[in-house]
């Protein structure tokens, strides 16, 4: 089986994976791992938006 | 003159009998497991799931597992794949990610295999450190 997802795709499948295991492993209740894993997969998602951004116009 | 009591340390003796080191032995060679010798299924079972699925997903994505280091990059990468316990062991064992292919979704599966290499050594350490109590 070959999986070839976009590179956004990819980018949230990462962002997904490790903001499970974040939320899991650095806060002790429940409510704050999703919280915290939450806020994880927004900073992983937000950065590699504006990170390609900025590549696209130091490419222009 | 009263005695003072530890209650954080009273509270953490329950947890140090027994082999203090086997949910961290279980769980770097199957992901989630440390998590389940100490009963935390539904962390475990989020744990093994993303850490699978981010293995897996890299395979699919054709990526590479490194077995040997030439340089700096590539050693870092083997360590960050041997975290995955055996996991790396049986994909290197049926020859998965063996042959290095030239296409862009590759390198991401590459990556994706190391990163989760080193997220199971955060669980590992984690279901380690509930053992000892020094997490709740």
Not at chain 2, 29 to 52: D, E, M, Q, T
Not at chain 2, 56 to 69: N, R, T
Not at chain 2, 83 to 98: E, P, T
Not at chain 2, 99 to 127: C, K, M, S, Y
Request: positive net charge; proline residues 4%; aromatic residues 12%.
């Amino acid at each position: 089986m070959i999986f070839r997802p976009s590179h956004f795709t990819a980018v949230l499948l990462f962002a997904l994976f490790a903001s499970v295991v974040f939320g899991i492993t650095q806060r002790e209740t429940p409510k704050r791992m999703v919280g915290y894993g939450a806020y994880c997969f927004a900073l992983f998602v937000l950065s590699a938006i504006v990170l390609s951004w900025v590549m696209y116009f130091i490419a222009r | 003159m009263p005695t003072q009591t530890n209650t954080g340390t009273a509270a953490a003796q329950p947890a140090q009998q027994g082999f203090v080191y086997l949910p961290l032995i279980a769980g770097w060679l199957v992901p989630g497991a440390g998590h389940f010798v100490i009963h935390k299924w539904g962390r475990g079972a989020l744990l093994a799931a993303s850490i699978l699925g981010m293995f897996i997903l890299g395979l699919a994505m054709q990526g590479k597992v490194y077995s040997s280091a030439h340089e700096v990059l590539d050693f870092l990468c083997l360590v960050g794949d041997l975290g995955n316990g055996l996991l790396y062991f049986l994909s290197r064992a049926i020859g998965l990610g063996g042959e290095p292919v030239q296409v862009t979704t590759a390198d991401w599966g590459t990556r994706f295999i190391v990163v989760a290499g080193l997220l199971n050594v955060i669980a590992a350490v984690d279901a380690h450190n509930l053992r000892t109590g020094r997490k709740a």
